[in-house]
């Protein structure tokens, strides 16, 4: 009886435990569906929660995101951090303001297993906002391992009065 109630509760705990896993292969399959997810994974209303095991899954175990900008003192800086180190720092703003993240044009550049993409977004804090609260460039780096795509590094600076997006990087009117 003791045998019989044991396997029972191993087989119910290795099928939980096989429910609890997602599969994100198809979200890392193409570059676009890889940048496509980014964007998304991110993105949500107000008070809904991001999938940050998805956002871990796009990054390389060695990846870095580094916002660049001006310091209060004017000095222009980057900031390195990892995707825990992201979500720790944003995470809960996302949530509590709302914030949707749009790509509105990409350039690629390739060679081998590299692609560096250059990703003008936009960004609304509800889906329903009529213009943008911030708009910049992120530069994604990503790597093809024949199996899947990799998140390596985003970099990236938001648009100012100093520093508009040049119009080589906004859609083709």
């Known amino acids: 009886m003791k045998t019989t109630i044991s396997t029972l509760l191993l087989v119910l705990t290795v099928t939980l435990s096989a429910q609890e896993t997602k599969d994100y292969s198809k979200q890392v399959a193409t570059l676009d569906s890889t940048i496509e997810t980014l964007y998304a994974v991110i993105s949500g209303d107000k008070g809904v929660k991001r999938d940050w095991n998805l956002f871990k899954y796009l990054f390389h175990k060695d990846a870095k995101l580094i916002p660049t900008g001006k310091s209060p003192k004017g000095e222009i800086n980057a900031r390195y951090m990892s995707p825990d180190d992201y979500i720790k720092t944003a995470g809960e703003w996302l949530v509590e303001n709302g914030f949707h993240e749009i790509e509105i044009n990409r350039t690629v550049q390739a060679f081998g297993n590299i692609t560096q993409v250059f990703s003008t977004y936009e960004s609304y804090k509800s889906k329903s906002d009529e213009e943008p609260f911030m708009r910049g460039i992120n530069s994604i780096q990503l790597l093809?391992?024949?199996?899947?795509?990799?998140?390596?590094?985003?970099?990236?600076?938001?648009?100012?009065?100093?520093?508009?997006?040049?119009?080589e990087y906004l859609p083709k009117q």
């Open 144 to 167: 093809n391992d024949g199996k899947r795509w990799w998140v390596i590094n985003i970099y990236w600076m938001q648009e100012s009065e100093e520093n508009p997006i040049p119009e």
